[in-house]
C-alpha cells in the first residue's frame, strides 16, 4: 500500500497554468504505475494521464494532449501534472492513483490507492 496527497490546485483563469503534485508514502513507490484522473460534478471520473514506473512511457486523454505533462521523482515519492491552457471544461476534482500493475493504465478501477483529490476551477 501507498498513501497519496495531491496538492498544487486552485482557481485559475482559461489559459492560466497549474502544476499538481502528488507526494506519496512508501519505499516501493519506484515500482508502481501512477496515474490521474479528474471528476467534475454530475459526472464520472474520467482518465487523464498515466506514467509507467520508470518514468518512460505515458498515456494521455485526448482532450490533454498537447496541454497537459507529466513526470515522475522516484528519489523523491512525487509525481507532478503541469497543466497548461487551462479550458473551464478541465474543472473537476483531480485525483492521484497508483497501482503495481506493469506499464501504463487508464482504467480507474485497475487502480487500488488513490488520494483525496485536489480541486480546480477553470473559470471563463
Known amino acids: 500500500q501507498v498513501q497519496l496527497v495531491e496538492s498544487g490546485g486552485g482557481l485559475v483563469q482559461a489559459g492560466d497554468s497549474l502544476r499538481l503534485s502528488c507526494a506519496a508514502s512508501?519505499?516501493?513507490?519506484?515500482?508502481?504505475?501512477m496515474g490521474w484522473f479528474r471528476q467534475a460534478p454530475g459526472k464520472e471520473r474520467e482518465f487523464v494521464v498515466s506514467?509507467?514506473?520508470?518514468?518512460?512511457?505515458?498515456a494521455y486523454a485526448d482532450s490533454v494532449k498537447g496541454r497537459f505533462t507529466t513526470s515522475r521523482d522516484n528519489a523523491k515519492n512525487t509525481v507532478t501534472l503541469q497543466m497548461n491552457n487551462l479550458k473551464p471544461e478541465d474543472t473537476a476534482v483531480y485525483y492521484c492513483?497508483?497501482?503495481?500493475?506493469?506499464?501504463?493504465?487508464?482504467?480507474?478501477?485497475?487502480?487500488?490507492?488513490w488520494g483525496q483529490g485536489t480541486q480546480v476551477t477553470v473559470s471563463s
Open positions: 492513483a497508483a497501482s503495481m500493475i506493469v506499464g501504463v493504465i487508464t482504467k480507474a478501477s485497475i487502480y487500488d490507492n
Open positions: 512508501g519505499r516501493t513507490f519506484s515500482r508502481y504505475a
Open positions: 506514467i509507467s514506473w520508470n518514468g518512460a512511457t505515458t
